[in-house]
C-alpha cells in the first residue's frame, strides 16, 4: 500500500505475477490504474484472478480494452459480472465465448447495439433464455440477417413470442426452413407472415404451414374489416 503510483507502474509482469492474492488486493484504486495497458494486457488469468471483483469493476476504459479474449473468458463467473461491459469494445465482444454466460441480465441490457452486432454465433447460443430475453428491440434489431439466419433452433426458441414478432423484414427473411420448422406453435403465430418470401412459406411443414396460414388467414381478414 505505501509503493506510489510511479512505482506501481514501474512493476514488471514478472514481478506483478509474483504477487500474492492478498498483495494484489491491497492494491488501491489509484495504484490499480498506475498499471499500463501493455502491464494489464500482459497478465495471466492466474494473476489476474487475483484481483477482486471490486478492483475489477475499477479498471478503467484503457484498461478494460487492453484485455485479451483470453484473459476475458478466463474471468470467474463472479469477475465477470463485475466488469463494466459498456467499456468493452467491438473487437473483445466478438472473442467472447464461455465470458457471455456470466453476463448478468444488466449486463445485457446495457450492450450497445454496435456490441451486440459483434457476438459470435457461438456467444449467442451460450446465452440463457433470460438473458436472450433481456434484449430490447432495439438490440434484437441489431443483429445481422448473417447472425439471425444462424442461430440454432435452441438459441432461436428462447426469445420470446414478443421478441419473434419485433424481428425486422430482413431477419425474418434470413430465417432458414430448419428454422422456421423448429419454432413453437405461439412463435409461428407470432411471426409477422407478410414479412415471410414465398420460399419461407414452400419450406413450412404442413403443420407449421396450417399454423401460418391460421394466423395468415386472421391478418387478411382484420385488413378486409378495415375497409
Given at each position: ?30 495504484q490499480l490504474h498506475a498499471l499500463s495497458t501493455t502491464r494489464v494486457g ?73 456490441q451486440i452486432g459483434a457476438l459470435s ?107
Amino acid at each position: 500500500r505505501a509503493l506510489n503510483t510511479t512505482k506501481i507502474g514501474a512493476l514488471s509482469t514478472d514481478a506483478l505475477s509474483r504477487l500474492s492474492t492478498a498483495q494484489i488486493q491491497a492494491l488501491s484504486s489509484d495504484q490499480l490504474h498506475a498499471l499500463s495497458t501493455t502491464r494489464v494486457g500482459a497478465l495471466s488469468a492466474i494473476t489476474l484472478n487475483k484481483l477482486s471483483t471490486t478492483q475489477i469493476g475499477q479498471f478503467s476504459e484503457d484498461q478494460a480494452h487492453a484485455l485479451t479474449s483470453t484473459q476475458l473468458n478466463g474471468l470467474s463467473s463472479a469477475d465477470v459480472g463485475a466488469l463494466n461491459v459498456t467499456n468493452l469494445t467491438e473487437t473483445q465482444i466478438g472473442g467472447l465465448s464461455t465470458a457471455v454466460t456470466s453476463f448478468t441480465t444488466t449486463q445485457v441490457r446495457a450492450l450497445n447495439t454496435t456490441q451486440i452486432g459483434a457476438l459470435s454465433t457461438d456467444a449467442l447460443s451460450r446465452l440463457s433464455t433470460a438473458q436472450i430475453q433481456a434484449l430490447s428491440s432495439d438490440q434484437l434489431h441489431a443483429l445481422s440477417t448473417t447472425q439471425t439466419g444462424a442461430l440454432s433452433t435452441v438459441t432461436l426458441n428462447k426469445l420470446s413470442t414478443t421478441q419473434i414478432g419485433q424481428l425486422s423484414e430482413d431477419q425474418v427473411h434470413a430465417l432458414t426452413s430448419t428454422q422456421l420448422n423448429g419454432l413453437s406453435s405461439a412463435d409461428a403465430g407470432a411471426l409477422n407472415v407478410s414479412n415471410l418470401t414465398e420460399t419461407q412459406i414452400g419450406g413450412r411443414s404442413e403443420e407449421h404451414t396450417s399454423e401460418l396460414q391460421s394466423h395468415l388467414n386472421l391478418v387478411c381478414r382484420l385488413l378486409l374489416e378495415k375497409k
